[in-house]
């Protein structure tokens, strides 16, 4: 079986796995495929290779690459035949995990582009609240925190909203008016995207990320703030560049980038 392209290699320090270290591998490999398929790199109705060399490929544990298998044929997004292998299914045309792909291919650089210019705001936001926010805004951040931990995953709306105001309030708990002018024009281009991303399957367990950040910034630890907001963006960063990355571009491999 010839060498796939399309995915990062999970399971290295510096690849997807890297900033994923709180969730489970298995839900890091089975996105890993779902996008793979959506980009059109595995195509229905194609053979995935054996087992030992899709985790070679992947650079994950066989146990781990068994039980995302598991997923994704529950889903549907694959099928087993016994005694011929593992093929990819057409997915069906609703599919979240399929739309969000797609449409980041359609947006291409200019979404990685984005990616970049939150990330570095966010960070910077994060590590000065922790120096500035009072007493106050610290208790409106957890409050905000709880309310989206509390939105039903099946009102995605609900879930926008709770997301965007939890990190507007991390931009203003900065006191930096340069700054909060520079981040508010984003949020515009950031609504479909926080949509889309929040459409998807286990978009709860992404949000666990903001009870680190909330938490840092309420122990007023700015190193520990600014990695978690990195961490936290680093996730879809990654996803969008493996499936809309311009051929040639100079694209950052590491979190380390931003901190």
């Not at 992947?58 to 781990?64: F, K, M, P």
């Not at 011929?84 to 399929?98: L, S, Y």
């Not at 926010?133 to 509390?150: F, G, N, V, W, Y």
């Amino acid at each position: 079986m010839s060498q796939l392209t399309g995915w990062d290699e999970v399971g290295t320090g510096s690849g997807l796995a890297g900033s994923l270290s709180r969730r489970p591998l298995p839900d890091v490999i089975a996105e890993r495929i779902t996008a793979t398929i959506a980009n059109g790199s595995l195509k229905p109705g194609q053979r995935l290779p054996s087992e030992p060399e899709l985790a070679r490929q992947l650079q994950v544990g066989r146990t781990s690459l068994r039980e995302a298998l598991r997923q994704l044929s529950t889903l549907g997004v694959i099928e087993v035949i016994r005694g011929k292998g593992t093929f990819v299914r057409e997915p069906p045309a609703d599919d979240p995990t399929t739309q969000y792909v797609r449409w980041s291919v359609a947006k291409g650089f200019a979404l990685t582009e984005l990616l970049e210019v939150r990330i570095g705001l966010e960070t910077t936001a994060a590590g000065l609240a922790c120096v500035r926010a009072t007493d106050e805004e610290l208790a409106e951040l957890q409050a905000l925190r709880r309310a989206h931990d509390i939105a039903a995953t099946d009102q995605v709306g609900q879930l926008v909203k709770t997301d965007e105001d939890l990190h507007d309030a991390i931009i203003q708990a900065a006191h930096n008016t340069v700054l909060t002018s520079m981040y508010q024009p984003l949020v515009p281009e950031m609504s479909e995207f926080r949509h889309r991303t929040l459409s998807l399957p286990k978009a709860k367990q992404r949000s666990d990320d903001h009870g680190y950040i909330v938490d840092a910034i309420s122990r007023r630890d700015p190193v520990a703030a600014r990695q978690a907001v990195a961490g936290h963006l680093w996730i879809f960063y990654q996803e969008v560049r493996a499936v809309a990355q311009p051929t040639g571009a100079l694209m950052p491999d590491s979190v380390d980038t931003f901190i």
